[in-house]
């Protein structure tokens, strides 16, 4: 079967000479929920850049269903890889949440009643439909994340990369979250240090630091291998348990 | 940017009124027109500005948008007022019509510009532009500048409000410095998450236009749009014709 992404020896330098990957490679299945884990500055978010292309592999390659990321690619990749950014401020920027939802899917080419659709499917899988006419500044954080994952499933994605999604969200907030991304059922690639997080939603993880996949397994196994974790500075939280 | 439309939006005064309805292009058209039909006007017809002043009053009113939302924001003229005053006293009675012209002329630009922005969101006013097939570049150019005064002037507020917390008053003149070095601070981070933005909306498919959901104006619409250009050209053509 075509995997739903495939990542070959990626390595990338950025413009000033700091190179932040050094070959990663993964390989995710259609359906899989994969959490990459890693410290402050591993590399995870110049990693999820790669993955539609914002940023431009030094070498390696990267397949998303078959389809290599490649600049005649670029449009098509853009549609199928969803990227929900860290800062949902970074996101939303149209006056109604209605209108950000429906940026994405107008730029692939919807129109009229079709994307009328798609915004409400997108809102409603999120929970957010009430707030289709509201300014995405007048939502609390954790509504601005949902609303920001929206305008991304709003484009239908093959595969969801999501940065950080729980950073700076309310326990509240963040178990809403949680619940709403497990009702999605797409592959998802979740990036996070949130370890906790990472064990709930996502059944394998890839533990990457400096730029290279230091491990590869069941979430579960990682999470109980506290020595491999203290080597890359991850700790679960005080008083959390795995059984 | 929590605050951030508040930021852009003090020109906006969102409304309902048929003024606020008219597709945006017609409105772009009609200031047009209407600016360089009161600058085109011989300056010693002095009953013509009266004529424009009612015009745009009546704009105004059919807008139901207060006189005094434009009293406030008109003072960005206050340049125009000082060049005008100062005239006279160079060029005597020669110099006191020029004062005028530029006074008179300066005043209506100024007042038919924010119409347009009073009753034109900004977005609306780059789909105008699309709409009047302004080069791709332009209204790229003008999205991102909306999009980064935006995130400016709410990156300044929080800035702002993280100096006084620790104790700063920049009521002292000795602690202009902190404002300057803030200011710098300011530059490098609206620029990066200027940057941030521009990739988030790369991310969802943005080639360089804004999704326009709207139709074609109907020439009913533009000629109704286009009713004070018409009066414009009725004054004008009284005052350079009538001797
Ligand atoms: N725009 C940039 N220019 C130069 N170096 C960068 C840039 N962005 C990130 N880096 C560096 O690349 C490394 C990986 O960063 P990043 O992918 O953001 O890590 P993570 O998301 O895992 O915290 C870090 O050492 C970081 O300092
Ligand atoms: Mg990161």
């Known amino acids: 079967m075509t995997p739903a992404l495939l990542v070959k020896g990626l390595a990338f330098a950025y413009p000033d000479g700091h190179q932040a990957l050094y070959g990663i490679d993964l390989r995710v299945e259609p359906g899989e929920r994969v959490a990459v884990l890693g410290p402050n500055g591993a590399g995870k978010t110049t990693l999820a850049l790669h993955l539609n292309g914002v940023h431009t592999a030094g070498a390696g390659t990267i397949e998303v269903a078959g389809l290599p990321v490649t600049k005649v690619n670029l449009h098509e990749i853009r549609r199928r890889v969803g990227l929900v950014f860290q800062d949902p401020d970074d996101q939303l920027f149209m006056q109604t949440v209605g209108e950000d939802v429906a940026f994405g899917p107008a730029n692939f080419g919807l129109k009229g009643a079709e994307l009328d659709a798609r915004v409400h499917q997108a809102l409603a899988a999120v929970g957010m439909t009430d707030h289709i006419d509201r300014s995405p500044l007048h939502l609390s954080g954790g509504q601005r994340r949902r609303v920001a994952l929206a305008t991304v499933l709003a484009c239908d994605p093959e595969i969801l990369v999501l940065d950080e999604p729980s950073a700076n969200l309310e326990p509240v907030a963040r178990r809403e979250l949680a619940e709403v991304l497990l009702s999605l059922g797409r592959t998802t690639l979740m990036v996070t240090h949130d370890l906790p997080y990472a064990l709930q939603l996502c059944p394998r993880s890839v533990l990457i630091d400096d730029g290279v996949v230091v491990a590869d397994g069941p979430t579960g196994d990682l999470l109980a291998d506290s020595e491999l974790l203290a080597a890359h500075r991850l700790e679960l939280p005080f008083g959390f348990r795995l059984d | ?243």
Not at chain 2, 68 to 88: D, G, N, Q, T, Y
């Open chain 2, 1 to 243: 940017m929590s605050a951030g439309h508040a930021g852009t939006n003090v020109l906006h005064h969102p409304g309902d009124s048929p003024v606020h309805r008219l597709p945006p292009q017609v409105k772009i058209v009609a200031a047009l027109l209407t600016v360089i039909g009161v600058v085109a006007t011989p300056r010693e017809e002095f009953w013509a500005f009266g004529g424009y002043l009612v015009l745009v009053v009546t704009v105004w009113r059919m807008a139901r948008v207060p006189v005094s939302h434009f009293a406030k924001r008109a003072l960005i003229e206050v340049p125009f007022v000082v060049i005008a005053l100062l005239m006279p006293l160079l060029g005597g009675a020669a110099g006191a019509l020029a004062g005028w012209n530029i006074l008179a002329k300066g005043t209506l630009g100024v007042l038919t510009s924010l119409t347009l922005a009073a009753t034109t969101t900004p977005r609306e006013l780059i789909v105008g532009l699309q709409r009047l097939r302004t080069p791709a570049m332009l209204t790229t150019i003008a999205t991102l500048m909306l999009r980064y005064l935006e995130v400016i002037a709410a990156e300044a507020r929080r800035m702002r409000l993280a100096r006084i917390s620790r104790g700063h008053d920049p009521r002292f003149l000795w602690q202009v410095g902190a404002t300057a070095r803030g200011i710098g601070a300011l530059f490098i981070r609206s620029y990066e998450r200027g940057e941030r933005v521009h990739l988030a909306m790369v991310s969802r498919g943005w080639r360089g236009a804004m999704p326009d959901r709207g139709v074609a104006a109907s020439p009913a619409t533009w000629l109704a749009g286009l009713t004070p250009v018409l009066v414009t050209a009725a004054v004008l053509g009284t005052a350079v014709l009538v001797p």
